[in-house]
């Protein structure tokens, strides 16, 4: 009787992990969805408000001072 409970106990154990471990996936999923489009999002505003083309050049003329 007592193995027949730590077996079931066994089995019901391991049935929740496989559920967590799903659930983990799908979160991990959704965090990376997330991040791509918060980063696609700022990439765009940055390219239209040419941020990206101001800071590229002072960093190039920064390093063209350093250099020279």
Known sequence: MQ???FHNLALRRNSLR???R?????????VIVAAAVIGGLLISFLTK???IAAIFGKVVSFVMKSIL
Do not use: C, K
């Open 18 to 20: 496989a559920e967590e």
């Open 3 to 5: 193995t027949r409970t």
């Open 49 to 51: 408000t040419n941020v």
């Open 22 to 30: 799903g659930q983990s996936t799908a979160e991990y999923a959704m």
